[in-house]
């Protein structure tokens, strides 16, 4: 399901149930989405999801492709993938503004790969951004998630008034449960920037994440929160967070609080980084973040 000879196609929910929810309620799963999938092989593409009950809403679902999509101002997360789930891949997607008055803020992420299991599953140059709770949510799915050359920031702000706000405001949030399962979720190349609370946190996940040449700056809690697992952390980059890093028991080699030493930035303008896509729906390549001294730490976008 695409757009047709290049137009642009806004699939837009409101005034379908749940837009939004009465607090406290909650979404019956077969009314969870503008667009609901439970199936195999789907693609989509260069589509703009606005305005419903969750914007896409996956059960059960694999082998999918979301390709260059918008999910934006939703009133639950703006794509969410539940259930056995497996092989799908998520690829140049912005997920922004999504919101959920019916939780106070907590639920709402622009991705969300939450409560079930599969293998498989790939987010790659995924924008995530200025979403009531956080960025990303991998919170009780048991399957192992990769993440690449993706950025959350803006997350966990109140930007809708919402009463009793209770949005996390973490940039990817790498598990986590009751109780909290042990799950080997990568992300490299990435970067969470200007967040609420966390940049990247395993959420109380005790597997073994592993974290690559990423950065974390300007954060309201700590860069790289990993307290809590046995992770590996290598050549990453934390700079002007509240704290910079968290590595609990995790091994962490060639990271910038290893090195130590004052990191300075090559550039801290975000203009390009969250500006307009290239034609073929990549972020755009700039020198933000990098460091001056032009250590290999942290990531290259």
């Known amino acids: 399901m695409t757009a ?172 986590g449960g009751d109780p909290d399962p042990a799950v080997g979720h990568a992300v490299r190349n990435s970067m969470a920037f200007d967040n609420a609370v966390h940049g990247f946190t395993d959420n109380g996940n005790p597997g073994r994440l592993v974290t690559d040449r990423s950065t974390a700056w300007r954060n309201g809690g700590t860069g790289f929160d990993y307290a809590d697992s046995v992770s590996v952390l290598t050549r990453n980059l934390s700079v002007a967070n509240r704290t910079q890093a968290a590595p609990g028991s995790s091994s962490s080699s060639g990271n910038s609080w290893d090195l130590g030493g004052t990191w300075t930035l090559a550039s801290t303008d975000s203009g390009t980084i969250t500006g307009p896509r290239a034609a073929d729906g990549s972020i755009r390549s700039s020198s933000f973040l990098r460091p001056a001294n032009g250590a290999d730490v942290g990531a290259r976008l």
């Open 4 to 175: 047709h000879d290049g137009e642009r196609v806004i699939i837009d929910g409101e005034n379908m149930p749940h837009t939004p929810g009465a607090v406290g309620s909650s979404i019956p799963r077969a009314e969870r989405g503008a667009v609901h999938i439970e199936g195999d092989h789907w693609r989509l593409a260069g589509l703009e999801i606005v305005n419903g009950p969750y914007g896409i809403f996956g059960l059960d679902a694999s082998g999918n492709v979301f390709d260059r999509l918008v999910t934006r101002d939703n009133y639950e997360s703006g794509l969410h993938l539940q259930g056995a789930s497996s092989g799908n891949l998520i690829v140049d997607l912005d997920s922004h503004g999504n919101r959920d008055p019916r939780k106070n803020g907590e639920s709402a992420d622009g991705v969300a790969i939450k409560e079930g299991s599969g293998s498989g599953n790939v987010i790659r140059g995924a924008r995530l951004w200025n979403n009531s709770d956080d960025g990303l949510d991998f919170w009780m799915f048991l399957g192992q998630v990769t993440v690449e050359s993706s950025v959350a920031w803006g997350n966990g702000f109140n930007r809708w008034n919402l009463p009793d706000y209770t949005g996390d405001g973490n940039g990817f949030k790498l598990g």
